[in-house]
């Protein structure tokens, strides 16, 4: 069963291009939060780059392979898992004006590809990965900004 989360932060009074820049810098999460333990990064081609995850989650550790497009004038990134312990795994981060602030979203779409325990595991992922998200954008942009799940919720 795929699930879906979706979280919103209000970074008040944030410059967007920096804050893009610094959304996109993901070898650094690990020097703002303990949620990412690695991040490798490949350079593909200037707007592409593959990047490894090892991301604390619950009381184990995912790891992944992503292909990452990123585009510095929409200031959007999206995702595609290319291997890894997710079936599926792909999504966006976007990066919004508004008014004086800036607003980041981020969408994703996963599977665990485990379905006969995906009325139980599901529901738990869902929450797990909303909160990984939290403590990523808490770390990267400080505990002045406002975090708001708009979803997290398995689908079907």
Request: hydrophobic share 45%.
């Amino acid at each position: 069963m795929e699930c879906s989360v979706v979280v919103h932060a209000l970074l008040p009074g944030a410059d967007a291009k920096e804050s893009f820049d610094r959304l996109a810098d993901f070898a650094a999460y690990p020097n703002f939060t303990d949620t990412v333990r690695t991040v490798g990064v490949t350079q593909v081609s200037p707007t592409e780059v593959t990047s490894t995850w090892e991301v604390n989650f619950r009381k184990g550790i995912l790891v992944w392979t992503e292909r990452d497009e990123i585009d510095p004038v929409e200031r959007r990134i999206t995702f595609d898992q290319l291997s890894g312990d997710f079936a599926t795994f792909t999504g966006s981060w976007l990066v919004v004006e508004v008014d004086d602030d800036v607003r980041v979203e981020f969408a994703s779409r996963f599977d665990l590809g485990i379905a006969s325990l995906a009325s139980l595991i599901d529901p738990v992922a869902c929450a797990a990965l909303r909160d990984a998200v939290r403590d990523i954008l808490l770390g990267l942009f400080g505990a002045g900004i406002e975090v708001r799940a708009v979803e997290a919720a398995p689908l079907g």
